[in-house]
Every structure is written in structure tokens, then in C-alpha cells.
């Protein structure tokens, strides 16, 4: 009963090798989510930043509310999107989700 403080005083002068060891692994874990879940997250946020930077009159559209729409007209930070025929609403670049189909411009014919 009085030999295991002593055991314990023992084990813990090692040195400087054992908290190396200990912090590979927290180092390792760190890594490993930086691979798996934030840089997937940027590249996702990056592509939409993109996505939304695109968008053009023409464009077929998701919001993020699941409303499906054609753009009328771009301005800023906003964009006029028809839902229904004469029916438009007014939504930010941020609401959409998905652009399901691209107008292509249209090819000079020399």
C-alpha cells in the first residue's frame, strides 16, 4: 500500500520524450479534421461564393427555401427572380442554393 506513491514519483521523470509523445496525438487528431471536415467546408463555401458571384439574367435557379425561379434582373447584392408568370420577388445572392440551368451567351455569327 505505501510502495505505489512511490512507483508513481518514479514514472514521472522521464523527461521531456514522454510529453512529445503525448502531444503527437492531439497534433495527429487536429490534422485529421482539418482533411475531413474544414477543408471540404471552404471548398463547398468557395464553389458557392462563385456560384453566386455568376449569376446572370437567364438563370435558373433554386433558393434555398426550395423556390424555383428564373432571373429577371441582377443588381448588387439582390436579385429580382420570377417565380410564376408575372409573379417576381425580390431575394439577396445569398438565398440561392443551386443554379440548375446557365444561359449561354449567345455566339457572334461572322
Known amino acids: ?3 505505489t506513491p ?5 514514472a514521472g521523470a522521464s523527461g521531456g520524450a ?9 497534433v495527429l487528431i487536429f490534422a485529421i479534421m482539418y482533411f475531413l471536415m474544414i477543408r471540404p467546408q471552404q471548398k463547398r463555401m468557395k ?3 462563385e456560384m453566386v458571384a455568376t ?16 432571373v429577371a434582373s441582377v443588381r448588387d447584392d439582390e436579385l429580382e ?3 410564376a408568370t408575372g409573379v417576381k ?17 449567345v455566339a457572334a455569327n461572322s
Open 55 to 70: 449569376l446572370k439574367k437567364g438563370d435558373q435557379i433554386v433558393t434555398q427555401g426550395g423556390i424555383i425561379g428564373k
Open 1 to 3: 500500500m505505501f510502495a
Open 89 to 105: 420577388v425580390r431575394l439577396t445572392r445569398g438565398s440561392v442554393s443551386q443554379v440548375l440551368s446557365k444561359t449561354d451567351p
Open 18 to 26: 514522454a510529453a512529445f509523445a503525448q502531444f503527437i496525438p492531439l
Open 6 to 10: 512511490a512507483y508513481a514519483q518514479a
Open 81 to 83: 427572380v420570377e417565380i
Open 47 to 49: 464553389q458557392h461564393r
